[in-house]
Nanobody, 128 residues
């Protein structure tokens, strides 16, 4: 059974930083693209940043480019999202997702919907 678990969220002041972590078990981690998504109250879920199965491709939403960095450590079964220069618009529940198909690039999020394997989310709150 695949399990996806996020951690690292919290309350931070605007301009601050957080690092989110995600681990997935029950699958061969290094074969799957992964990504971070977020959903704020009253808004649709959006793809924030994704990374291909071997780290060879990345995707960033325009709103986070230059501020967020996605990375993965396949040996440790870990996915990370370093978030710098946070602002109040980054406040949301952040979810980690695993591509349902192996060996794909960062654009797996396109058309993903609610397919794939998802964690329970970690809350990020940025105060002004």
């Amino acid at each position: 059974q695949v399990q996806v678990v996020e951690s690292g969220g919290g309350l931070v002041q605007a301009g601050g930083s957080l690092r989110l972590s995600c681990t997935a078990s029950g699958l061969t981690f290094g074969r799957y693209a992964m990504g971070w998504f977020r959903q704020a109250p009253g808004k649709e879920r959006e793809a924030v940043s994704c990374i291909g199965w071997n780290g060879g491709s990345t995707y960033y939403a325009e709103s986070v480019k230059g501020r967020f960095t996605i990375s993965r450590d396949n040996a440790a079964n870990m996915l990370y999202l370093q978030m710098n220069s946070l602002n109040t618009e980054d406040t949301a529940m952040y979810y980690c997702a695993v591509d349902p198909s192996p060996f794909r690039g960062a654009n797996f999020w396109i058309g993903l919907g609610y397919h794939g394997r998802w964690g329970q989310g970690t809350q990020v709150t940025v105060s002004s």
